[in-house]
Structures are given as C-alpha cells and as structure tokens.
C-alpha cells in the first residue's frame, strides 16, 4: 500500500499546515508585550483592533537588550473640539484632573507617551521638550563658575533618528451626568479623594489620537496611525492601582489613570507605540567605532547588541548626498573597508579584532555592521479572554 506521506506535496501541505498551529504556542514565549487581565498575563496578537479598550489599559513589554533607536517625542498637538490644557504653573505642576473632563492635558499626554516609550525597553529617548534647560545648564558649566570635573559638557546632546508627532483629534470624556459629581473629585483630588477609589455609575470615554514617525534627517513621514478607543462600561470601579508616580507631573498621571478618560488615553498610547515597535523596534545592530589601537577596534555595542566571536563589517562614510530640490539629504555613499570579530564585550561598549582590511583604513566614526538578523517580533493568538467584555463591577456603598 501506497504511504500518503510518499507524496511530497501532501507532505508539504502537513508540515505547513503543522507550522501553522503550532506558531502561536512558539511566538507567545516572549511576545511585544501581555495584557494584565484577572485570568493573568495574555499575549497580545499583531492585530490590536479585535482587543477591548479595557485590555490594553495596563501592559507588560517584553524585555529587549537588541538595537534601539533613537526616538524624540514632539509637544502633542490638539485638533479636537475640546480645548487645550497645560497643567504646568509658576508653582509647578497640578494635581487636580478635574481639567481632564473639560480640556485636553496636552503636556500630560506627552508625558505619557514619553514614560511609554521608554518602559518598552526599544527606544532610546531623547529629551527635546525641556531642551532648553539642557543647554542652560551646558552654557552654565561653560561659564567658569562650575568646577570643570562635574560641568556638563558642551556638544553632548545626543540627535534622534526618529521623531514622534501624537495629534488628539478625538476627546470626549462624556461622565457628566452619570454618577461622576465633577465638582466634588476637583474638590477632593487635592486630599487625595481618588486614592480610595472612584466608582462610576455609567459612563463613557473616547479618544482619537494619530501617530506619526518622521525620519528626522529627511523630516519624511514614514509611518502613520489613526488609534480610536472607546471605554463603555456600566459600573466599572476605578481606583487602587493607577500608573506613573506622586513624583511624575505632580502625582498628575497616577490621578488621571484613575478617570475613564485618563484609561482610554493609556490604552490609545499603548496601542500607538505598540504599532511602532512594528515599525521600527526591531531593526539590525549597527554601532561607530570609538578608537583604533593597532589591530583593536572599540565599538560603541555592548551587552545585548553584539555577542562573542560575532562578525561585524566595517564601513566608512563616504560624501553625503544633498537633493538640489529639497536641500535634504538622501544619505552616503559608504564604503566597506573591512570586517571584525568581537572577542570582548562589557556592558556599553566591545573589542574586536580586525580579521579584514587594513588598521590604517579605520578611523573613530567609521560604521560597523552586523549580518545578524534582529530577533523577530513575536506575538500571540488571539485569546477570546482579550475580546470579551469585563464584566459589571460591584457597586460599593
């Protein structure tokens, strides 16, 4: 008899079909990120538009130790019908989020999207909001009046590669007239009334946020994404938990993540920065050598980014080209000069050896390169637990 597994096209069609079924168990090792939910960590799938609002509130980001870039975020913008709010004063920052229910926190949100970012352990962030209190204090060390071993040093502002625009197009806390008294929590939120928990009867939130990345040497639009999220429940408790800290923005996100507004805001930010992982959170290693010292090369990779005895190619940056339209530059021309094997690695930077090309080729600045592909972004199935809704909470008396 006549095995069906002769047939080397059925043959291919089981394996495939075997590889299908068993790809969400192998990507859910170590996925983007879990939703924290009462039935314990979820991964979350590529697709986020199936998942409730109310999952994506609170994640967990996967630890990352590959290549990341360097990212700014802009000033949030605001194009809703709501009006704008910054919560910064002459006496610091508010803690009163009774302005959340009338106008957009713009500085808040960044904020949040800034904490975000960070925490997923992808992006290095580069501060540009409160730049000019960076370059106050490297003009003030450069004055003379600071000893010259603790002076900021002039010239160390790290670029970013990427720049993040987040527009608010979309507002509507939508809780007045439910079981929200908005005069009572402005009144409370001082004596820190939202800490014992806020219980809403019924209520409503909606945010529209879009996301953009721009390429911050060419200032191109690289990617874009429209978030839209809705928080409807009936008797939901907020309350006993929140995010961020008393030390943050005056203890202002650690209230705000107690509103229904401030809730649907964390799940469209970790929505957006989780389409940017997908974009760029997981791209090649590629560092600059620090200095050459006979047939050592230093590298600016350390633990994480490059491993033992891994080749990197080297390469020099050649004249840079300059578009006559735009005045922007469309890149180098490069050129390979060698290769290197690392044989030592500490935590921010490594040595190599020069296994090709000549010493004298190579100089601080060169380019150095890895073939090894970036670890894959993983994800897991859909579970039908991240698309059910919560159920009613318990009203409390």
Do not use: C
Not at 13 to 40: D, E, M, Y
Not at 104 to 116: H, R, S
Not at 236 to 258: D, R
Not at 312 to 318: A, I, P, R, V
Request: proline letters at 5%; aromatic letters at 6%.
């Amino acid at each position: 008899m006549t095995s069906p597994f002769n047939d080397s096209r059925t043959l291919a069609r089981l394996l495939g079909l075997l590889s299908l079924l068993l790809a969400p168990l192998a990507f859910a090792q170590n996925p983007v990120a879990w939703a924290k939910t009462p039935q314990g960590r979820i991964a979350l799938p590529e697709d986020l538009g199936p998942v409730n609002t109310e999952q994506l509130v609170d994640l967990e980001w996967s630890p990352h130790e590959g290549a990341r870039a360097r990212v700014a975020v802009s000033k949030v913008d605001n194009t809703s019908k709501v009006a704008t709010y910054s919560m910064s004063n002459n006496q610091g920052y508010s803690q009163d989020v009774s302005f959340a229910f009338q106008s957009v926190p713009v500085n808040g949100i960044e904020a949040m999207i800034t904490d975000i970012m960070n925490s997923t352990g992808r992006f290095r962030m580069v501060e540009r909001q409160n730049i000019g209190n960076v370059l106050q204090e490297q003009n003030f060390g450069a004055s003379g009046r600071v000893s010259s071993p603790s002076a900021a040093a002039m010239g160390k502002v790290l670029g970013a590669e990427f720049l993040v625009e987040a527009v608010v197009t979309t507002y509507e806390p939508n809780v007045a007239g439910g079981s929200v008294n908005v005069g009572a929590l402005a009144r409370n939120t001082k004596l820190g009334g939202l800490l014992g928990g806020l219980h809403v009867g019924s209520k409503s939130a909606l945010i529209g946020m879009n996301f953009r990345l721009i390429n911050a040497a060419t200032s191109e639009v690289i990617f874009t994404q429209q978030v839209d999220r809705e928080l409807k429940q009936t008797g939901l408790a907020f309350g006993g938990g929140g995010y961020g800290g008393n030390g943050a923005l005056g203890g202002f996100i650690g209230q705000y993540s107690k509103t229904p507004i401030g809730q649907a805001v964390f799940a469209a930010i970790n929505e957006g920065v989780y389409e940017l992982i997908k974009e760029i959170g997981a791209r090649p290693v590629d560092g600059s050598v620090v200095k050459v010292d006979g047939s050592r090369v230093f590298l600016n990779l350390g633990s994480g980014q490059v491993e033992m005895g891994e080749t990197l190619s080297l390469w020099s940056k050649g004249e840079a080209l300059i578009d006559p339209e735009t005045g922007l530059s469309l890149g180098t021309m490069d050129r390979e000069i060698g290769s290197v094997r690392v044989n030592q690695v500490a935590e921010n930077f490594s040595i190599a050896d020069l296994v090709g090309g000549k010493a004298r080729d190579i100089k601080r600045g060169d380019v150095v390169k890895s073939s090894r592909p970036p670890p894959p972004l993983q994800f897991g199935p859909l579970d039908p637990v991240l698309t059910k809704k919560p159920k009613k909470a318990r009203r409390h008396t």
